[in-house]
């Protein structure tokens, strides 16, 4: 009977179409579980697109994979040309046992493909629900064709990693036969907390202390919901509720943005101990987003210990308990959007009641916990191969 096998034993390539170049919260959780796969002593090697000035230095030991920009204004995106000789020579050489790839693009392909034919053991993890993209660039037509491509993406790996059990109830729905384990997320209780609210820094803005600040969080892309969000910001001035708009992040859409949301206030990126202000300053979270495998920004909200309202699509409904943390509202209705986010903006004991069930249900994502868990899932793999 063979040894149970060991983190020590790993030697995990890691594929991503983007692992540090623009900052989102796919890359932060792949950098978060490398290292939390190095310091258990697996021995990583992450092989990505790289950009000359990234967002942030990578986690680990990073492999820059020949990449050119991606059309229809999203240069800032890079997509590998496949798996060229270099990449390939150097995969060869650190020799690895486990590869994972975090994006269903052509890079991904690749590996999987190369993985397979040596008998190599494959991870797929989802982060985006990139088959619901096209319905925001009126190409609906797509979104079919995109559900049939990443089932057969998701078919061809060994194990799939989804964050949350409602992702997982999709793939089977579209066919993915391939075993499924739960990678959740996790968040830095000490960054997002209400004790990092900050009034004086909403004045500074421009926000009174007696408004309530609708707040959202992300990257300025239309895929987003922000169309949704504009929507739902006509609407809210047609009721007595004091509020004002209050935007965190930037990105290509933010000028068409600031021309449907007029009245918002911009305070751009924010990162760090300022980031945690900005959400924890916030009076509701309105997140209309139906690309999101989990939500990250959702649960930062939740465990600074502001409501949600969120799309009621996955991402929100495996974290949001309707009523209790926060409202879930059918994706695209402005109306019920506005109807939630003007109760909780005029019903301070709502609004207390809400954010504190939501700290409390919160506080159960850490990420040490949570990277364990893929790591386990490696290591089950690996036993079920023998």
């Known amino acids: ?67 050119i920009p991606l059309p229809m204004g999203r240069s800032e995106y890079r997509m ?14 650190f020799a690895p046992n486990l590869v994972h790839v975090s994006a269903p693009e052509l890079l991904g392909h690749r590996a999987l493909s190369w993985a397979r034919a040596r ?61 499924i384990d739960i990678w959740s997320r996790g968040v830095d209780h000490d960054r997002f907390s209400p004790a990092r609210r900050d009034l004086a820094w909403r004045r500074s803005l421009g926000i009174a202390d007696e408004v309530a600040a609708v707040g959202f969080l992300g990257r ?23 509020h004002r708009l209050l935007v965190i992040g930037d990105g290509p859409a933010r000028d068409w943005f600031a021309r449907e949301v007029p009245d918002a206030v911009f305070a751009g990126f924010q990162r760090g101990e300022a980031l945690g202000r900005a959400v924890a300053s916030m009076d509701v979270f309105f997140n209309p987003s139906v690309t999101e495998t989990f939500g990250n920004v959702t649960l930062e909200a939740m465990a600074a210990s502001v409501p949600v309202v969120a799309a009621r699509a996955t991402g929100a409904c495996d974290l949001v308990d309707d009523g209790e943390t926060g409202f879930l509202v059918p994706p695209r209705d402005a109306v019920a ?50």
């Open 220 to 242: 300025l892309v239309k895929e987003k919901g922000l169309d949704v969000f504009a929507a739902v910001a006509r609407a809210l001035r047609q009721r007595s509720a004091p």
């Open 337 to 386: 959007y506005a109807d939630a986010i003007a109760r909780i903006a005029t019903e301070p004991g709502l609004r207390q009641r809400l954010g504190q069930a939501g700290h409390d249900k919160a506080a159960g994502y850490r990420w040490d916990t949570i990277n364990q868990a893929a790591l386990d899932s490696y290591l089950r793999l690996m036993a079920r191969r023998g």
């Open 80 to 93: 590998a040309r496949g798996l060229p000789g270099a990449t390939r020579a150097d995969l060869e050489a």
């Open 1 to 67: 009977m063979s040894a149970p096998v060991q983190p020590s034993d790993l030697r995990v390539a890691v594929f991503s179409g983007n692992y540090n170049y623009v900052r989102d919260g796919a890359n932060q959780a792949l950098n978060l579980l490398v290292g939390h796969l190095l310091k258990q002593g697996v021995t990583v090697r992450v092989y990505s697109p790289t950009v000359a000035k990234p967002a942030f230095p990578p986690t680990g030991d990073l492999v820059g994979v020949p990449a």
């Open 119 to 179: 008998g190599i053991a494959t991870v797929a993890s989802l982060h985006t629900r990139f088959e619901t993209y096209p319905r925001y660039y009126h190409l609906s037509i797509l979104e079919r064709p995109f559900e049939r491509m990443l089932t057969r993406f998701y078919n061809r790996a060994d194990q799939v990693l989804v964050p949350a059990p409602g992702m997982a109830a999709i793939l089977r729905g579209w066919g993915v036969t391939s075993p």
